[in-house]
């Protein structure tokens, strides 16, 4: 299982989209009645735009911002507006901070069943006929036998194999706005600390059954182009601080083009979004609100913070007052 590991973190490293990005913005694709259910659904999540809000409550002031995770020139505007108030904090809260990531990447190997399936049936078993052969055609593009494939966990076989062709791939440092502010953070001696280990996050990507795993990578290895879509999609709403709008965007993408039948998708896009969203939300708000410092800045992705169970949302129910901050 060692060797194994091993293999696939050499495989991932070797992955590049190779392949030209097919991706357009969906929301400049849509008729007059998706229009008008995009607003319809807008209009019911909490706090669906805005990258940079302010929570207070007392003496205490919170700045939540929403990150990308990879780079972009447009980040460079973005930190010169931040950069002053990152230096100001009394501490700065990550999803996970960069030195105890390293540290869980040097040693992956004490958490190897987070990578591996070690007991009980191989993909090959779980997924269906056409999906297994799209998956080992994709494991023999990267130079993985597919015999080693199956004993993957399905969550790192969608990043090495199945991400956009629009975006990096992979676990490499990708100079995205978490990264950026805790450069600046560091640099100005600011306390920092994560709201999750790498091992939590993981977990939450695989907290599902492994036949709902594997329909997931079905879904994740069907369509690059589908994928790239997505992925534009969600960029540029991020960019125009509508990051709901793209979510929303992306939830449809995969009801009308997901396993199964439309009761199945729903099941498997709820539970997927509960797991890597909402309960992660839920674990972190307490860390948040116990950190020590009456000015602090909390930086996550940006899909964490819209929804009624988003971090915006959650701090809202413990009696924080919320007002959308320039970004």
């Known amino acids: 299982m060692i060797r194994l590991l091993a293999a696939l973190l050499i495989s991932l490293l070797a992955v590049q989209a190779q392949a030209r990005c097919q991706g357009v913005d969906l929301r400049d694709h849509l008729d007059a009645s998706q229009s008008a259910a995009l607003a319809r659904e ?34 460079n505007g973005v930190m010169r507006r931040l950069s002053p108030v990152i230096r100001a904090a009394d501490a700065v809260l990550l999803e996970v901070t960069g030195p105890e990531g390293r540290k869980f990447w040097e040693t992956p190997e004490k958490n190897i069943d987070l990578f591996v399936i070690r007991k009980g049936p191989g993909l090959s078993e779980v997924m269906s006929q056409t999906g297994w052969e799209r998956l080992s055609r994709a494991a ?20 090495m194999l199945a991400e956009s062709f629009c975006g990096p791939r992979g676990f490499r440092p990708q100079n995205g706005l ?42 994740d290895l069907a369509s690059a182009t589908g994928n790239d879509h997505t992925y534009v999609t969600l960029r540029e709403a991020y960019f125009e601080e509508k990051m709901g709008s793209g979510m929303v965007l992306e939830k449809w993408q995969f009801l009308a083009n997901g396993p199964g039948g439309p009761r199945e998708r729903q099941r498997l896009w709820k539970n997927y979004t509960a797991d890597i969203l909402d309960m992660r939300n839920r674990a972190w708000a ?42």
Request: no cysteine.
């Open 140 to 159: 023999l593009q990267i130079g993985l036998d597919p015999r080693r494939a199956e004993r993957i966990q399905p969550w790192f076989l969608s990043i």
């Open 178 to 219: 978490d990264e950026r502010i805790e450069q600046v953070a560091a640099r100005a001696g600011v306390p920092m600390g994560s709201l999750e280990t790498v091992a939590t996050a993981i977990a939450a990507l695989s907290r599902g059954s492994l036949a709902d795993q594997a329909r997931l990578l079905e879904y």
């Open 42 to 75: 807008l209009k019911q999540m909490p706090y669906a735009e805005g990258n940079h809000w302010i929570a207070r409550k007392g003496a205490r002031t919170i700045h939540i911002v929403g990150t990308m995770h990879v780079n972009d020139p447009r980040l």
């Open 286 to 327: 307490p860390r948040i609100i116990g950190t020590p410092g009456d000015l602090l800045v909390v930086a996550v992705g940006a899909a964490h913070l819209p929804g009624r169970e988003g971090v915006l949302n959650l701090l809202a129910r413990t009696g924080y007052r919320l007002e959308r901050a320039p970004f």
